[in-house]
């Protein structure tokens, strides 16, 4: 199947540990993002990159570490999680241009307890 | 900077009922505009693609159209089923080489048997 993958789907950690959230892509794009969704279902975009290049850092705390090994992959690494952090985090592509749609992955869910 | 908002926040109908959601933006240099659906719990999945040179999308019972000059966009949905109960999102996507996009906050949708 073409999509977008992210994994893990749920995720409950302790504050002050450290974790990562991968996501992979076979859809052929060249652009790679990913969003935060908070309690009130609201979405903004963190980061972005283009061909393993960041493009967008939209002054999130440096505790979160975006990582692209190829244009196929772009995973999400948060140190030292707080309580805050907790919410719905989504990864998504499209490809470069005006006529690009975006493909979303399911989601990982993250509670810091 | 661009500002989605879409009205109402929520809407509740009979099944069989035609209607619409409304979506507004603050900047009309977009390159399209895409209209998603998220279930309870799930990710987002895309529904309709409008590019700024487009007037309307149409895909089975649902019809996107777009003004950019008014900031402007709507989904209609013919002959509403339960199945639609869901939570509908619209994001444009800004004329920057970023390609991010931009969300509204949605509207919840339930319609009843």
């Known amino acids: 199947d073409t999509a977008v993958s992210q994994t893990p789907k749920y995720l409950v950690t302790q504050m002050g540990n450290d974790k990562s959230i991968k996501c992979e892509q076979n859809?052929?794009?060249?652009?790679m993002y990913w969003y935060k969704q908070d309690s009130k279902k609201f979405l903004k975009i963190m980061f972005s990159y283009n061909n393993k290049e960041l493009i967008i850092n939209e002054t999130v705390p440096n505790r979160f570490s975006p990582k692209s090994p190829d244009k196929a992959h772009l995973n999400l690494h948060i140190n030292s999680l707080e309580l805050g952090d907790s919410a719905v985090y989504f990864c998504?592509?499209?490809?470069?241009?005006?006529?690009?749609?975006?493909?979303f992955g399911s989601g990982t869910r993250l509670t810091v307890v | 900077k661009q500002e989605v908002t879409q009205i109402p926040a929520a809407l509740s109908v009979p099944e069989g009922e035609n209607l619409v959601l409304n979506c507004s933006f603050t900047?009309?240099?977009?390159?399209?505009l895409q209209w998603f659906r998220q279930d309870p719990g799930k990710g987002l999945t895309s529904l309709l693609l409008?590019?700024?040179?487009?007037r309307e999308q149409t895909s089975g019972r649902l019809n996107a159209s777009l003004d950019k000059s008014s900031g402007r966009s709507t989904l209609y949905i013919a002959a509403s089923q339960p199945g639609d109960s869901a939570t509908y999102l619209c994001a444009v996507r800004g004329t920057g080489n970023t390609g991010k996009l931009i969300f509204g906050q949605g509207t919840t949708l339930q319609v009843k048997p």
């Open positions: 998504a592509s499209s490809s470069t241009g005006a006529a690009g749609g975006y493909t």
């Open positions: 900047d009309s240099a977009i390159y399209n």
């Open positions: 859809l052929g794009h060249d652009t």
């Open positions: 409008i590019q700024s040179s487009q």
